[in-house]
Nanobody, 125 residues
Framework: QVQLVESGGGLVQAGGSLRLSCAASGRTLSIYFMGWFRQAPGKEREFVAVHSWGTGTTYYADSVKGRFTISRDNAKNTVYLQMNSLKPEDTAVYYC??????????????????WGQGTQVTVSS
């Protein structure tokens, strides 16, 4: 079992930056695929970024590519999402997720995903 707790959300002006953190407990994250998702009001939860264990390969949604960076610190059992050049359309609840089976399982929001409780990010224009 993995417990995930996000932090770092808040209110920021357009063009600003935030760094989200996802702290894990229960199991080591080093062998998990880790990712971030978001859900805006009235919309479905969508994939944002994923970090693959072992290779360290990252993959991003087109909407955030070049602006967001996912990273992990296995020693701290923590995953980060650095968000730069934020836009009002980035406003959403951001969720951290973990999956051992594979990147596609995580991105596909498979039932085996572990989820955090979410942290609100609001970008004002």
């Amino acid at each position: 079992q993995v417990q995930l707790v996000e932090s770092g959300g808040g209110l920021v002006q357009a063009g600003g930056s935030l760094r989200l953190s996802c702290a894990a407990s229960g199991r080591t994250l080093s062998i998990y695929f880790m990712g971030w998702f978001r859900q805006a009001p009235g919309k479905e939860r969508e994939f944002v970024a994923v970090h693959s264990w072992g290779t360290g390969t990252t993959y991003y949604a087109d909407s955030v590519k070049g602006r967001f960076t996912i990273s992990r610190d296995n020693a701290k059992n923590t995953v980060y999402l650095q968000m730069n050049s934020l836009k009002p359309e980035d406003t959403a609840v951001y969720y951290c997720a973990a999956n051992r089976l594979g990147r596609d399982y995580l991105i596909g929001q498979h039932e085996t995903n572990y989820w955090g409780q979410g942290t609100q990010v609001t970008v004002s224009s």
